[in-house]
């Protein structure tokens, strides 16, 4: 069912009379009632992500000492490890709380659009990573690693920026 269908379509009760459904002040009451159990599990879904943000940081930190070493044995099993991270992560955002923030907020369709698409991006930048590895040397691979740690860095701030505003207070 769609998240736009009226709410008696998708079995939301909204009480009172029959031929009226409800007084006004019970229907507002009832949509207060959805809107904050919805935010309540939103907030829940926020602190989740921001717990995987941070639960991605010791798959750097392995990286970053196996790069001081020169050796690049770790390396493959941190990314791989990262690998699978981050595309749990993404999975939750874009199956989960994007459609739900969609849902509270549909005029910020082009701004969740966008952080889905960097999901997409930044898969692609760390399988590039896999490759330089392999490929490139340690040197090329540590630049190449700088570059996407700063460009997830940047799309989990704008993320949990956009989620913080949609929200709202409480978060």
């Known amino acids: ?11 939301v009760r909204l009480g009172g009379g029959a031929e ?12 207060t009632s959805l809107d ?7 907030q829940r879904a926020q602190n989740q992500m921001r717990a995987q943000h941070r639960h991605i940081l010791p798959f750097f930190e392995e990286i970053e000492a196996a790069l001081l070493r ?22 939750l955002e874009d199956d989960v709380l994007f459609p739900a923030l969609h849902g509270l907020r549909p005029e910020s369709e082009s701004e969740i659009g966008a952080l ?13 990573l896999f490759e330089s590895l392999e490929r ?13 740690r700063s460009a997830l860095r940047s799309h989990e701030a704008r993320e949990e920026q ?9 978060a």
């Open 162 to 170: 956009l989620v913080g505003e949609m929200i709202g207070p409480g």
């Open 116 to 128: 889905s698409h960097d999901h997409a991006a930044l898969l692609s930048d760390l399988e590039g």
């Open 70 to 91: 020169r050796n690049s044995e770790p390396i493959r099993g941190s990314l791989d490890r990262l690998a699978e991270a981050l595309e749990a992560h993404f999975n």
């Open 1 to 11: 069912m769609p998240h736009n269908a009226p709410a008696a379509a998708r079995g």
């Open 136 to 148: 490139d040397g340690l040197e090329a691979f540590e630049q190449g690693l700088r570059e996407f």
């Open 20 to 31: 009226r459904g409800g007084s006004v002040e019970e229907r507002g009451a009832a949509l």
């Open 36 to 42: 904050t159990g919805l935010r309540f599990r939103m």
